[in-house]
């Protein structure tokens, strides 16, 4: 009997979804076979577990919606720490003290996720 061949391949993708804006990152592990008849097929697992592949059919894991956009790994968190930086107030000095305001906490839009990436 032959060796079934087998390779495994790390990839990592943020997604924004385009209904709710929310964004989420994930890591997957990407698994190459070959089966006994000489045909590949691919498994991909994200924290052990078996997934559908992410490239396929996308879901968010917000709203449930299907019109997601792919990325390269990064983009959310980069955006986010962007956004964070952005939004944290400045320290106070002492003469500051009693004019500082507190900023509501950020609700997150897809129009801040993807601020970052539009060209000027």
Request: aromatic share 8%; proline share 7%.
């Amino acid at each position: 009997m032959s060796e079934i061949a087998e390779t495994t391949a790390h990839e990592a993708y943020a997604f924004a979804c385009m209904r709710c804006g929310y964004g989420w990152e994930q890591a997957y592990e990407i698994e190459h076979h070959v089966d006994a008849s000489g045909q590949a097929f691919v498994i991909y697992k994200a924290n052990g577990d078996r997934v559908p592949s992410p490239l396929s059919a996308p879901t968010c894991l917000n709203c449930g919606g299907h019109v997601v956009r792919i990325m390269r790994a990064g983009r959310v968190s980069s955006a986010q720490q962007v956004q964070h930086r952005a939004s944290a107030p400045a320290q106070p000095g002492p003469q500051d003290a009693a004019d500082a305001t507190v900023k509501p906490e950020h609700h997150w839009h897809l129009s801040d996720l993807l601020h970052p990436f539009h060209r000027k």
